[in-house]
Nanobody
Framework: QVQLVESGGGLVQVGGSLRLSCIFSGDIFSTYVMGWYRQAPGKQRELVATITDGSGANYADSVKGRSTISREHAKHTVYLQMNSLKPEDTAVYYC????????????WGPGTQVTVSS
């Protein structure tokens, strides 16, 4: 059973930076596309960024140019570096994994809160 554990959330001021981490366990890390999603109060969960096994990355327009997703295979960890944070980045951030070789399943972490204060 895949488990995802996020860390690195917190309270930051506008313009600040945070790095979120997600540790993957329970299966072969390289067979999963990894991603970060977020959900703000009263809104639907939305994609932030994804990264393939070969480190091909995809970003939502709202974070493009301000965020970098990366993965470290030796540590089974995926990161999301977020810079120039805005109040609208405030949300619970969820780590996601999707087994692309078997076309599923996908898994979610419990989430980590990011709050950007002005």
């Amino acid at each position: 059973q895949v488990q995802l554990v996020e860390s690195g959330g917190g309270l930051v001021q506008v313009g600040g930076s945070l790095r979120l981490s997600c540790i993957f366990s329970g299966d072969i890390f390289s067979t999963y596309v990894m991603g970060w999603y977020r959900q703000a109060p009263g809104k639907q969960r939305e994609l932030v960024a994804t990264i393939t096994d070969g480190s091909g990355a995809n970003y939502a327009d709202s974070v493009k140019g301000r965020s970098t997703i990366s993965r470290e295979h030796a540590k089974h960890t995926v990161y999301l570096q977020m810079n120039s944070l805005k109040p609208e980045d405030t949300a619970v951030y969820y780590c996601n994994s999707y087994n692309y070789r078997r076309s599923g399943p996908e898994y979610w972490g419990p989430g980590t809160q990011v709050t950007v204060s002005s």
